[in-house]
């Protein structure tokens, strides 16, 4: 595998979850395999457990991890093919991305969408540049549309959890104060398209998802409906689609609580705000698998990382 820039970079999910469940039994069994090899993290937004999980999976591989606020500490990047740079950008993609290809062996890069601007975002302008003129392996830690990371992560947990051959998933939407991305709803649909399961979403109307992502994933508007005999109900909130970016529906009925999951576990790729998104009740109890989740970040990175060295 060169990039790892989409959940359909995997090729088969039943065996690279088995691959991951292999690395957290014995984390440090390839602590040779990215000897004197560098993984250079770019962050142009926010993160908690992205950015430890990566550096960790790295170093339970021998990698050398190095981390750039990109936002922050770098010169303002031009992605502009052809722009007159009189403005606040400083530096070209074209020159960035060539120069922190120098100092990696694999670049991973978070870079969250507008979330004004559809055809910009749906283009990956940021994550598609560094494909473009790095000259070495891309990992996605989060773009405009995808988390592969995290839907990696989700099936991992799912399968270690489940008690069924054939479990019933649910991707449920919640409320939220803020539009967020859709990120990590599209990651978690397309890693449950490739899985052994019952999926269903539940979203009110106008927050559907790409349609082109959810293909023929059966879409609820009533939550309790798509809840019926679930075994897993996942949460995120997203900003609409349809009506992009914007938020159209704080409804806080759709919020969860342990009257509605019942004996389902529940799933959220943090961070989640507490009573909006899901209520005390459900994550203080063992109802929750949010830090097993997080735990399991460690090794879907590992995983991808050491597929990605043993290619180099
Ligand atoms: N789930 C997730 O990606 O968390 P961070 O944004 O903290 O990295």
Known sequence: ??????????????????????????????????KNKTLGLLFFNSSLRTRLSTQKAALNLGMNPIVMNVSGDAWGIEFGDGTIMNGNTAEHIKEAAAVVSQYCDIIAVRAFPTLKDKAKDESEHVLSSFKKYASVPIVNMESATGHPLQGLTDAITISEYSKKVRPKVVLSWAPHVKALPHAVANSFVQAMQKMDVEFVIANPEGYNLDSEITGATPIYHNQEAAFKDADFVYT???SSYEDYGNVINTDPNWMITKEKIGAAKFMHCLPVRRNVVVEDAVLDSDSSLVIEQANNRTYAAQLVLKKILEKL
């Open 1 to 34: 595998m060169k990039h790892y820039t989409s959940i359909h970079d995997i090729d088969n999910i039943n065996s690279w979850i088995a691959d991951a469940k292999e690395l957290k039994a014995n984390p440090l069994k390839d602590i040779e395999l990215g």
């Open 236 to 238: 995120k909130n997203w």
